[in-house]
Structure formats: structure tokens, C-alpha cells
């Protein structure tokens, strides 16, 4: 009986050990003679929030090759997106090797470490368990920052700061794509400065957006308003005015208070012509002759808005000038000035003829009746003879011909008379 017991337990050792010799023939891991000593996993609170949000963990594996290389990759799932870090092990006998997964979002995270030989093939899978954690990682954030005020003027400092920061996407290879919409110019990714003070006149929405690979998703809209600058405003201020001519004058253009004019274009035009004038705020009319000048000034700011002023200036000849000028200005004297007896005859006759011409006019004949009314149409009105006519705020009557001329018509006579 003995004998049959001992036959019967040799043949079943026989058989485990042929079964123990195929699971090891199976098991990749094994096979190529390693062995996992330790694994442990530790949730870490990276930022001090008090919140976990990363997960280490710790592998020690013997060998019994002579040298081995292996990678090591932990695999992280979370909503249906996969991140993984991988550690490149090469060593003898026995070594140990750390990995740690930063959270991305807040959630369940799924982690497994996969051990592959140098050619890539998979020796072993381990689940290392679900986690929920907290974002270890600064999340995706667009911030639009506007350095001036919200009603602007054209020309006014302005700058529009864009900060930005996703520390996900990068990490693991899943940058997103960043989008702005809203300005008169095109604007690239890298601009993190917009300079807004050389925008045209307008209400803008600025707005940007920004989505990584993971699906995480960030935006932020600015609004400002920009209106069109005023036109100028000045005075002409002169100095010398009414004073002999060689003597200190000066035509200044005075901005208004508050506005600065130094870049402005100064467009100054005189009459009688002096020549070529500068752009500047300042003329020099000490040498200018005599006589009396109209001065005008277009000031233009940088948005080519313009203001117009004018002034008039007198310069007196001066006693010593040789040059004899009948109808420039002349300095009064007072009671010495000369006058001469030959203006008070002239005018006592001027009195005279357009007295008689008067008395002409209202002695007319039927002859001067019947021409005056030949001018008339059948209902009694002035004829214009088919040339437009309008009337004035005065009540006056005008009629114009092709050429531009125009004539007005005279009541008393009857008559049209060329202007």
C-alpha cells in the first residue's frame, strides 16, 4: 500500500512542476528574470492647499541578467484623456526607481504602470488604483489687462497686456491653439503688449480665447472706447501791431490750456505774400514793410484734424524809410497830423452831383417810365431774362449769369445793375 502512495505522489510532483514551469515561461516579467521587490504609492499635496493632487510612486526590482535597460511609464486617465511619465531604467541585480503624476483637473484619476523592455515590449502591467484629486498644475488662464482709461482719445497712451498661462498642455505635449478677436490689427501669439494708442476712433470688444489638448478651455473680453481727438485750439497773439515798421514784432500761435501743440503742423499764410514760412509757433515781422498784412494760421493735429484762425496786422512806415507808398497806413499825429483842404472840396462836390443825379432820377420822363418798365414781366415783377435769381437777408433781389457775375436790381430805377 506504502509503495502505490509513493508512486502516486511522485507522478503529481512530477506534474506541478511542469506547470510551474509554464507559468514562468509565460509570464514575460519572469522570463526575462525580474522580479518586483516593492511597490508603494504616495498621495502628495505639491502646493500647500491642503488638497492631494499628486500621486508617487516607488518600484525596487531585482534582476537576474547580468544588465538589463527598462522603461517605466505612468499612465494617468482622466474624462477620457490619457497623460503618462516615463523613467528609463539601465542596471545590475537590483534598482528602484521613483515617478510621479501631477493632477491636471480635478477629479478621478486612474494610474497604471507599465514595464517594458528596450525593444518596447510590454513585460508587466500593474493598476496602481483610482485617486481623486485636487489640479497640481496652474490650469489654463487668460487675463486682458487695459493701462489707460475706458474712454480714450485718439493719440492717448494706451496698452493692452495679455497674461497667459497653461501649465498642463505643455507638460504633456497637448499645447492649444490661442485665438483674439476685436482689434483693427493683427495680432500673433507672442505680442504679449498691444499697443492701442495708434488704434483709429472706435468702440472695441477684445477678446481672447484659448483651448489645449486636453479640452481645458479659457477666455477674457476687454472693452474700451477711443473717440477722435478735438480740433485745436489756439489764438494768434501780435506784438507790434500798429507800430512802425523795423521795429520789434512778433505773430505767436498760443495753444489753448491743456492742449499740447508741439507736433502739430502750423500752416501760416499771409497776404500781401512774405515768402516762405516755416512750420513754427513763432514769426519775426520786425522786417516786414510797411502796410497792413491778413494772417492766417491752419493748425493740423496727428489725426489731420485742423483749425483755422486769422488776424490782421498794421506796420506803420517808419519816418526815415525813403520809400514813398501813398496807400500804406500812416501814424497819426494828433493835432499836428497835416491835413489837406483839397478832401473837404471834393466832397462838398461829390454832394453836389449826387444831388443833381438824384433829382434826375425822380424828374424822369414817361420815356424813362416806359424803360424801366420794360424790364418787367406781365404780373409786375422784375424779368431775370431766364438767369436764376434768389434774395438776400436784406430783402435784396439777385440774378446770375453763366460766367458767375452777378446784378442786382435797383427799385428805384428799375433796372438790373451789374455788381
Same mark, same amino acid.
Given at each position: ?32 528574470g ?14 500647500q ?20 535597460d ?16 516615463e ?11 521613483s ?41 489654463p ?13 485718439t ?62 478651455t ?54 500781401p ?7 513754427s ?5 520786425s522786417?516786414w ?18 483749425t483755422? &484762425?486769422?488776424? *490782421? +496786422?498794421?506796420? !506803420?512806415?517808419? =519816418? $526815415? /524809410?525813403e ?5 500804406a ?12 483842404s483839397?478832401?473837404i ?10 444831388g ?10 414817361p420815356e424813362?417810365?416806359?424803360? &424801366?418798365r420794360? *424790364? +418787367?414781366?406781365? !404780373?409786375?415783377? =422784375? $424779368? /431775370?431774362?431766364?438767369l ?11 440774378r446770375r ?15 438790373w445793375k451789374?455788381?
Open positions: 500500500m506504502r509503495e502505490w502512495f509513493l508512486i502516486a505522489l511522485m507522478f503529481s510532483l512530477c506534474f506541478t512542476g511542469q506547470v510551474v514551469a509554464e507559468e514562468e515561461e509565460s509570464d514575460p516579467f519572469v522570463a526575462a525580474l522580479n518586483l521587490v516593492a511597490l508603494r504609492n504616495d498621495s502628495l499635496d505639491s502646493n492647499d491642503g488638497m492631494m493632487d499628486a500621486i508617487r510612486v516607488v518600484v525596487v526590482l531585482n534582476s537576474t541578467q547580468q544588465w538589463i527598462l522603461t517605466l511609464t505612468l499612465i494617468g486617465e482622466h474624462s477620457g484623456f490619457t497623460v503618462q511619465e523613467v528609463l531604467m539601465a542596471f545590475e541585480d537590483q534598482e528602484n526607481a515617478l510621479t503624476y501631477d493632477s491636471w483637473a480635478v477629479g478621478e484619476h486612474r494610474l497604471v504602470l507599465e514595464i517594458s523592455d528596450a525593444d518596447g515590449r510590454l513585460l508587466k502591467s500593474i493598476n496602481i488604483g483610482v485617486f481623486d484629486l485636487s489640479p497640481a498644475l496652474a490650469v488662464s487668460a487675463d486682458l489687462v487695459l493701462s489707460g482709461s475706458e474712454i480714450m482719445q493719440g492717448d497712451a494706451c496698452e493692452i497686456t495679455r497674461n497667459f498661462i497653461d501649465e498642463t498642455g505643455p507638460r504633456w505635449n497637448f499645447v492649444g491653439t490661442r485665438s483674439i478677436i476685436g482689434t483693427p490689427f493683427k495680432v500673433l501669439d507672442d505680442d504679449t503688449v498691444l499697443d492701442c494708442s495708434n488704434w483709429p476712433a472706435g468702440t472695441y470688444v477684445v477678446s481672447e480665447t484659448y483651448q489645449n489638448g486636453l479640452g481645458q479659457t477666455s477674457d473680453t476687454l472693452e474700451l472706447v477711443i473717440v477722435n481727438k478735438p480740433p485745436p485750439h489756439f489764438t494768434i497773439e501780435i506784438d507790434g501791431d500798429q507800430q512802425l515798421a523795423g521795429t520789434p514784432c512778433t505773430v505767436s500761435h498760443l495753444q489753448a490750456t491743456g492742449e499740447d501743440h508741439f507736433g502739430y503742423t502750423k500752416d501760416w499764410t499771409i497776404t505774400s512774405i515768402g516762405v514760412v516755416a512750420n509757433s513763432t514769426l519775426d515781422c522786417k514793410s510797411s502796410g497792413v498784412y491778413k494772417i492766417l494760421l491752419t493748425v493740423t493735429n496727428d489725426e489731420e484734424i485742423s483755422t &484762425g486769422g488776424t *490782421m +496786422l498794421i506796420r !506803420i512806415p517808419s =519816418p $526815415d /524809410s520809400v514813398e507808398d501813398d496807400d497806413p500812416v501814424l497819426s499825429r494828433g493835432e499836428e497830423t497835416e491835413t489837406s483839397v478832401g472840396y471834393g466832397i462838398i462836390v461829390l454832394s453836389l452831383v449826387l443833381i443825379a438824384v433829382f434826375v432820377l425822380m424828374m424822369k420822363g424813362d417810365d416806359e424803360m &424801366g420794360s *424790364m +418787367l414781366n406781365e !404780373i409786375g415783377e =422784375p $424779368d /431775370s431774362e431766364g436764376p435769381t434768389h434774395v438776400d437777408e436784406s430783402g435784396m433781389l439777385w449769369h453763366e460766367d458767375g457775375e452777378v446784378d442786382w436790381w435797383d427799385r428805384a430805377s428799375l433796372m451789374r455788381w
